[in-house]
């Protein structure tokens, strides 16, 4: 009897080439829609049409499709979080918390629960098993979509079990594929990440009608002031677009936000660099680990040489500091170590 598979659709084409694939290698495959997010959205994720495209490419795979509603979930582990970050001074990785809360526990659970051997996903990532048998979060074939940095939580009892079909492909082939197939969604746009932001306020409207927002002022590093900002907030650790400065003798960033007074601090690159960032929160592939690693702090940035202590990487080389909330993720070459959340 062929392995039976809960496969996540979200109306994109990389679930729907992930899905078709999976059928093709013989699993016994049904697709699910995740309903997460009910209010105002614009970014192609979570709306009826998407449901609907879901529905669509399983119709054209013979494989039945349902739709699990998470959105109670969604708002307790992705959104309130991303309101209380924002209101600590922090800044926030929703997307990371979404993969980890819901898309790879909750959606393992009621697979789980419903009697299916295995998930899967279209992500660009793969999982490789080493020679002692665990299992690894590797990259993708395709460094300009691997999405192993937003999947660096999953621990061994669903690295086991999940099936990554598009983690060998490159996005060009794989809609070449989607077209030779003749999906639905062949030629769909991506969607952005925060599903909940929309293009009109951003996050200002959203956390404005969350609780409002605190104006603030805006210092050099000898305490002169330079500027205000609408939002205290909104603003970033290594933030320069956006201040509203000038006069300046060179170009200026964010190197420090005080929320209790309303007071962002700015200074030159120099000021923003840093040999160490603190962590909290840490995950691990396998075991905890101690050691040299490449260390990337956000989704398509550059894994940077470092040292992984108890509580803190220690950078090889100075590099800019890292906002609060940001994800830390370690790797072994391409293999996810663990990660964790900077302090």
């Avoid at 959606?107 to 051997?117: H, I, P, S, V, Y």
């Avoid at 404005?208 to 000898?222: M, S």
Wanted: aromatic residues 8%; negative net charge; hydrophobic residues 40%.
């Amino acid at each position: 009897m062929s392995e039976r598979v809960l496969v996540g659709m979200s109306g994109g084409v990389d679930s729907s080439v992930a899905a078709a694939l999976l059928v093709d290698h013989g699993f016994d495959v049904v697709g699910v829609t995740m309903k997460l997010w009910g209010g105002e959205s614009d970014s192609g994720c979570c709306s009826v049409s998407d449901v609907d495209d879901a529905r669509w490419v399983a119709n054209q795979l013979d494989i039945e499709h349902h739709v699990f509603n998470f959105g109670d979930e969604f708002l307790e582990h992705v959104v309130n979080p991303f309101v209380d970050t924002h209101r600590t001074g922090g800044t926030p990785n929703p997307c990371i918390e979404c993969n980890r809360h819901i898309k790879f526990d909750l959606f393992f659970e009621r697979a789980a629960m419903l009697g299916f051997d295995r998930i899967a996903t279209g992500h660009y990532a793969r999982v490789a098993t080493l020679e002692d048998g665990t299992f690894r979060m590797q990259r993708s074939i395709d460094p300009l979509k691997d999405q192993s940095y937003v999947l660096h939580m999953l621990g061994q009892d669903v690295l086991s079990r999940v099936l990554l079909p598009i983690g060998g492909w490159n996005k060009p082939d794989l809609r070449a594929e989607a077209e030779r197939r003749g999906l639905l969604t062949a030629s769909k746009p991506d969607s952005q990440d925060v599903c909940f932001i929309t293009k009109d306020g951003g996050r200002e409207k959203f956390l404005g009608a969350r609780g409002g927002l605190t104006p603030g002022v805006i210092l050099t590093e000898d305490g002169t002031k330079v500027g205000d900002v609408p939002a205290t907030e909104l603003v970033t650790i290594g933030q320069r677009k956006g201040l509203n400065v000038s006069g300046m003798s060179e170009p200026q960033f964010v190197v420090d936000v005080n929320l209790q007074e309303s007071i962002v601090t700015i200074g030159p690159r120099r000021s923003l660099q840093d040999d160490e960032t603190g962590f909290t929160q840490p995950v691990w592939a396998h075991k905890p680990f101690t050691g040299n690693a490449l260390v990337q702090a956000s989704a398509h940035g550059t894994a940077l040489p470092a040292t992984v202590e108890l509580d803190r990487v220690v950078w090889h080389d100075k590099r800019d500091r890292i906002a609060p909330g940001q994800s830390l993720v370690f790797y072994d070459n391409d293999y996810v170590i663990g990660g964790a959340i900077a302090t």
